[in-house]
């Protein structure tokens, strides 16, 4: 599944570094996920998960919180109020780039932050936790041993996961002020709690308490023999697939700003150069230029999109003209390839590059049947190939009329 790299703002203006895991094909819908205390984006466990919902459909921002992983920005300045900020730029920046979330996941203390933040996003439908405290206060466990000298001295330096950190007295002020418990009881999303009754980080009392608060619709899932940073693969592609089934039910998804339109809507995204989304109706993909020429290489260039039309639009003609003719005709494949060549070069361009200079644009279409075909009915492939409506038009004029649109799009 192709995973780009970007930043956004957060929300005290530094440069959030984060990574979008997109499906190959339509986008269901956009998730966003929240790492554990002091983890990354790209722990293990995120990237498998995201990956995995990429594989069901669903679109997955993960980031780093401020000053962890590849973030600006000072980890000794955040608290648990500064996380539930950064959540709400990224479904921010969600929402100006694609579409705004309608999944929240979140991991460990993650798992708190979506709880306490999905009121605040209006377009999420449904929030996942995994291994998540019912208290936010439970992070103070991890540098319990510190807690008397932050508060006498106003921080410390403590070491959690092999790494260094400054913890500072604002930091358990600011967790101990939230009661998570009324958040959950007024959630008013579907809920799904994923816990492993063998965490030793997060106990499962936790979970039997978030399920408790939450009001329906809400459900269980036991992760059993999974530690608490789902270590094994295995354990994180299960979660993804009980998130994406689970999440089916709530998140139906049309376009990008839950509207179906008529016609094909072409949007910048904001990352990278190139990059567009390209939406007809029900459906999406990424339209974007190769790495080479300063795209970022993650969907179709637009002579790519215009060779699939062609190729699309031949392969149904010959599969409809086979059903008319009641034909067993073997599985279509239409290879096409372009390029510009030089008129005069061009033998076979036939009628297009008489009395033209320089330049023609020349497609190459190469079909493959499966099976036996007989030489009466390839040339008559051939004859019907010529037949489809996108051929007509590439080899007849057509008109491309512009306008500016004159109201404001945002």
């Known amino acids: 599944m192709p995973t780009q790299r970007t930043t956004f703002p957060g929300a005290d ?47 997955v921002l993960r980031f780093d919180f401020t000053r962890l992983g590849h973030s600006e920005g000072e980890f000794a300045n955040t608290h648990f109020s500064s996380n539930i900020a950064d959540l709400k730029a990224a479904a921010d920046f969600l929402r100006r780039s694609f579409a705004a979330p309608e999944i929240l996941i979140g991991h460990s203390l993650g798992g ?28 103070l466990a991890q540098f319990s041993s510190h807690i008397d000298e932050i508060n006498e001295r106003g921080e410390a330096e403590v070491t959690l996961a092999q790494r260094k950190f400054t913890i500072r007295r604002e930091f358990i002020e600011d967790v101990t002020r939230h009661k998570l418990t009324d958040k959950i009881s007024h959630l008013k999303k579907a809920l799904l709690v994923m816990h492993s009754p063998i965490d030793q980080t997060v106990g499962v009392d936790n979970a039997s308490a978030i399920f408790m608060a939450a009001k329906h619709p809400k459900s269980f899932v036991s992760l059993d023999q999974a ?23 709530y998140v139906v998804r049309d376009t990008p700003n839950g509207t179906t339109h008529d016609s094909v809507v072409v949007s910048e995204t904001g990352l990278g ?41 031949t392969s149904m003609t010959l599969r409809m003209y086979a059903n008319h003719k009641k034909l ?29 200079g320089g330049k023609i644009d020349r497609f190459e279409r190469v079909i493959s049947v499966e099976g036996d075909v007989d030489g009466e009915l390839r ?20 008109a491309v009329v512009t306008r500016i649109n004159e109201q404001k799009t945002g």
């Open 112 to 139: 708190a932050a979506v709880l306490a933040v999905a009121g605040d996003i209006p377009e999420v439908k449904a929030v996942a936790t995994i291994g998540a405290p019912s208290d936010v206060g439970h992070v």
């Open 227 to 249: 530690d608490h940073l789902l270590s094994r693969e295995e354990d994180a592609v299960y979660v993804a697939d009980i998130i994406a089934a689970w999440a089916g039910r």
């Open 273 to 313: 150069k190139f990059q567009n989304t390209v939406v007809a109706g029900r459906h999406q993909l990424l339209a974007d230029e190769p790495a080479s020429v300063g795209g970022l290489g993650s969907g179709l260039s637009p002579y790519d999109l215009l060779s699939a039309a062609l190729g699309a639009c």
């Open 13 to 59: 203006g530094h440069e959030l570094a984060a990574r979008l895991d997109l499906p190959s094909g339509e986008v269901r819908g956009y998730a966003l996920f929240a790492h554990c205390f002091t983890c990354t984006k790209d722990i293990l466990a995120a990237k498998r998960i995201a990956q995995g919902l990429a594989r069901h459909g669903i679109g």
């Open 379 to 398: 040339d008559k492939l051939v004859e019907i190939a010529g037949k489809c409506p996108v051929h007509k038009t590439l080899e007849h004029s057509a």
């Open 328 to 356: 067993a005709l073997g599985r279509v494949t239409v290879e096409v390839s372009h390029g510009k060549v030089p008129t005069e070069h061009c033998s076979d361009c036939g009628e297009a590059a008489e009395g033209r």
